[in-house]
């Protein structure tokens, strides 16, 4: 039996071409946290080899129970530090460009600018709204996760695949209260609060977050990636995850007319996936 390279078993979904797309691939993650650091470790697994990493955090004893990559003797260094050494590990050839920073930081927007596509795996509406007015106004493919648990006991996660036909904005994935409150200065959000009476305990909180949850809705997103990097289908512009349920599926909401962020992708820019060759034409076996 002749021996396989390392991508041959990819190669036998999406053949050569598609692989050798991914490779090309130029990839942003936003957020190197539960969710993004699963979407590093999984693309890089694919054979994505040029990233740029953007999270100003550290590691806490917390994050150990969900953070891909990170030990205990990490508690205290950069999570972008983490994912890059891991990368690294997976793939030796790997360019990586860490920011140890968060969105609004024009920096971050600069160094994001000439990605193929951005992944926001983030836990705040304000910095979702940023990524979507960047990606759509260079024509960067976005790709938004985010998963949780709700008060009923349901929990999951979603994904919404933005290609200037729908983004969180126009697809309704956007909390207005929660951004308006984002742009108050402290002293106005203080009597912001005092009005509507939020709790500051709860503000502070962090809520439930799980390796498993994470892991199902980064691959989701990896997914939707994959596909539409090497033309294997089109990708589903929003793909939900119900994991009480035990379901996934994906959500026909068509985006509102006149969007002011998808308006802005540039109307040159292809929004279909290219055909990618078939594994069986190019010889592979079936």
Not at 14 to 43: M, P
Not at 89 to 95: G, H, K, L, T, W
Not at 114 to 142: H, K, N, Q, W
Not at 209 to 226: D, I, K, R, T
Request: glycine residues 10%.
């Amino acid at each position: 039996m002749a021996a396989e390279g390392r991508y041959s078993r990819n190669e036998l979904l999406f053949g050569a071409e598609g692989q050798r797309r991914i490779r090309a691939a130029r990839v942003g993650i936003v957020g190197l946290g539960g969710l993004g650091s699963q979407v590093a470790q999984q693309l890089a697994y694919l054979g994505v080899l040029d990233f740029v990493l953007v999270d100003r955090d550290t590691v806490t004893e917390s994050s150990l129970n969900r953070l891909i990559g990170a030990g205990a003797d990490d508690v205290g260094m950069a999570k972008t530090a983490v994912a890059d050494r891991m990368l690294t590990a997976i793939q030796p050839d790997v360019r990586v460009i860490p920011k140890e920073t968060m969105l609004p930081d024009e920096a971050a927007q600069d160094t994001l600018s000439d990605r193929t596509y951005i992944f926001g795996c983030l836990d705040e509406d304000g910095p979702r709204l940023i990524l979507t007015e960047l990606a759509m106004s260079l024509g960067i493919t976005y790709l938004d996760s985010a998963s949780d648990v709700l008060p009923d006991g349901e929990y999951g996660g979603r994904v919404v695949f933005a290609k200037g036909n729908g983004c969180l904005y126009c697809l309704g994935e956007i909390d207005q209260g929660a951004l308006r409150r984002a742009s108050l200065s402290e002293d106005q959000r203080q009597v912001h609060d005092d009005i509507y009476g939020i709790d500051h305990d709860d503000l502070d909180g962090a809520g439930p977050s799980v390796v498993s949850l994470n892991g199902a809705v980064a691959s989701l997103a990896v997914n939707e990636f994959m596909v539409d990097v090497t033309g294997l289908e089109n990708p589903a512009r929003f793909t939900l995850y119900y994991g009480k349920q035990r379901r996934i599926r994906t959500r026909a909401t068509e985006p509102e007319p006149g969007c002011p962020y998808c308006s802005r992708w540039p109307r040159d820019n292809e929004t279909t996936v290219p055909t990618a060759l078939s594994p069986r034409s190019e010889g592979h076996a079936s």
